[in-house]
């Protein structure tokens, strides 16, 4: 016998002996694998046969899911949290050309009319930046079982004293803006004055805006709402120019809080409101040798219309009236006085009439422009407040933003404004403002 054969001999049994045991183990892998194949199956015909689950009840409309585990602590079932702001930097360059903006003066950082400089000399051009008007608020609402709303807001922005200085830190205090509760038809705490129409303001580069001619008020109150009616009681202030003239001079006196009204109405035209102010003006001051002592009081009132309107897809023009007597320390951030006081101490509330409009135009998705014009005028009485005291303010400005992303902006505007006095003398303003603003 050759020795192949031999060999061939000697190996084969061992290879026929693995291959029996390999084919073993596959048959046995293969039964494993259909007996759960079955199991599979059979669970999945009983899933099948089972009754459907009952459906979860449906959510009224308006109303939120009520949820086992509140998201804020010690607050109802039922309860949601809301977060958002926005970081906002400005810089600005003003240049006043008949007198000179102090260095702490308010009106370096966003326009106030009143400010403008009048009967100097053309001051150089100063440079601001800061980014105080950045804002953060929280908000907590809750929806009862019954349907019932409730919650509350506070927002703060750090437009505050400062508490640091411009060689180093920069820092400024936080500041309140809006602090209230509701309740169904209720609101308690400070937020806009009810006289004011939030949705006319126009998108500016300045925080305000129309300051000239808008009414601009964050004030305590309490309100009420039914559709598009509301009315609320709000808190007191009499802004008064001494007889003979001076600083406007403010007196929290009197026992009647301001009464607001306000109706609107909206559309896919736009939208449109008119509000209503009734005031009881109080100056209570104790006489000196120089001056006689004050103690008058004098009802005032103000009607307003304003809102959007809407020109087509990529075009609005947003606008606001006011007139009456009485209600300055709504406009402006307080231009002039609501009332002179005569020479026997008695009051004589001012009138005079404010307003702007706004055109805003989309050229892109991304790109936009408003042209805005404001302006107001008082029927100052002269012979009790003399020549020095404000007649008419008025501005235009031209701005442009561009958002390259979802909730940034980036903006530049040109202002130019004018203040008058009543004895003729009047003084300018002119603003280049660049600012970033991303929302959250």
């Known amino acids: 016998m050759s020795s192949l054969a031999i060999a061939c001999a000697l190996v084969l049994p061992g290879v026929v002996h693995a291959d029996s045991e ?24 009983a899933q099948r046969a089972a ?30 949290l809301r977060y958002g702001g926005f970081i906002k930097a400005d810089f600005l360059a003003t240049k006043t050309h008949d007198g000179q903006l102090a260095d ?57 004293n400062a508490l ?56 305590a109150q309490v309100r009420y709402t039914s559709g598009a009616f509301s009315i609320a009681l709000e808190n007191p202030e009499t802004l008064y120019i001494p007889n003979g ?10 026992a009647m809080p301001d009464l607001t009204l306000r109706y609107g109405w909206k559309g896919d035209w736009g939208t449109f409101g008119v509000g209503g102010l009734l005031r009881n003006l109080k100056v209570q001051r104790a006489g000196s040798s120089t001056t006689p002592a004050v103690d008058d009081t004098e009802f005032a009132a103000a009607l307003t219309v304003g809102g959007k309107w809407v020109l087509g897809k990529n075009d609005d023009l947003r606008y606001q009236v006011t007139a009456g007597n009485g209600f300055s320390r709504y406009i402006g951030l ?26 805003r135009h989309a050229w892109s998705p991304t790109t936009r422009t408003n042209l805005v014009y404001a302006r107001s005028q008082y029927d100052n009485p002269v012979s009790f407040t003399g020549g020095g005291v404000t007649e008419s303010v008025q501005s235009l400005r031209f701005n442009v933003f561009y958002s390259p992303f979802p909730k940034v902006d980036v903006g530049a505007e040109l202002m130019v404004g004018k203040r008058e006095l009543e004895n003729g003398a009047d003084g300018r303003i002119t603003r280049l403002q660049f600012t970033t603003k991303y929302s959250f």
């Open 104 to 160: 702490s003066a308010v009106g370096r950082a966003l326009y106030v009319p009143s400010q403008t400089p009048v009967g100097g000399r053309a001051a150089d051009v100063d440079y601001d930046a800061h980014a105080k008007f950045s804002r953060f608020g929280i908000g907590i609402d809750t929806v009862t079982e019954s349907g019932s709303k409730g919650g509350a807001y506070v927002e703060m922005d750090f437009f505050g």
């Open 51 to 80: 009754p459907a689950p009952a459906a979860a009840p449906a959510v009224p409309a308006g109303k939120l899911p009520i949820q086992a585990v509140s998201l804020t602590p010690g607050s109802p079932a039922g309860t949601t």
């Open 164 to 219: 640091g200085n411009q060689n180093a830190t920069n820092t400024y205090g936080v500041t309140m803006r809006h602090a209230y509760a509701y309740w169904n038809s209720w609101l308690a705490g400070q937020t806009w004055s009810n006289f004011m129409d939030v949705g006319s303001l126009p998108d500016t580069v300045d925080f305000v805006g129309p300051t000239d001619g808008v009414i601009f008020v964050r004030q």
């Open 245 to 254: 003239g001076g600083a406007t001079t403010a007196s929290d006196r009197g």
């Open 22 to 45: 390999r084919e073993a183990a596959l048959e046995q892998r293969i039964a494993e694998l259909e007996r759960q194949i079955q199991e599979l199956a059979a669970e999945f015909k």
């Open 334 to 359: 307080g231009i002039t006085g609501d009332t002179a006081i005569d020479a026997d101490g008695d009051l004589d509330a001012i009138g005079g009439v404010a307003g702007f409009v706004g055109w």
